[in-house]
């Protein structure tokens, strides 16, 4: 069931917005999916308070357990900000495929230390010597040969049990 809710907060607020009168998700996810009404009152609900609001009711209502990923653009330290107020605890994955730029490990060092992330990196146990002595310089052959074997290993492959998590912490 949702609690509609009265009164709008504000979009744009310094101060956080209280989720007392927040309207509660109870309902199931096939209940919400074939409930418009409910949707639509989470929604206006959503839509009518602030980032931080949102990712905070979200932690509240949604079930968990959750996780960020980032590729640690310059874009990612706002989304990254907002998870690591709302609950610092939350993994931050980090799919490293062995050719990310030095100045895209400064900045997740950096974001690390500043936000007190929980970042998970995983990355193929192949070193990307190997890789390229068995594939080649996929990145020489177009961007679909480049992306799809170091990126997809860790996530769906069957070689995903043997990627392995490394966590560093500063």
Known sequence: MIESVAREAPKFSSTPVSLAGAPRL?????????DANAAKVINDWLASVDANTRVRW?????????????SFGAQAAVS???????????PVLLIDTGYLFPETYQFVKQLEQQLGLNIQTFSSPQTVEDFEAQNGRLWEQGREAAVSPRSASPRGSPDCAAARPKVERA
């Open 26 to 34: 109870t309902l199931t996810p096939q209940q919400f999916a074939d």
């Open 58 to 70: 979200a932690l509240e209502n949604l079930p968990g357990p959750f996780a960020l990923s980032s």
């Open 80 to 90: 990254l900000h907002l998870v690591a107020e709302a609950d610092p605890d939350i």
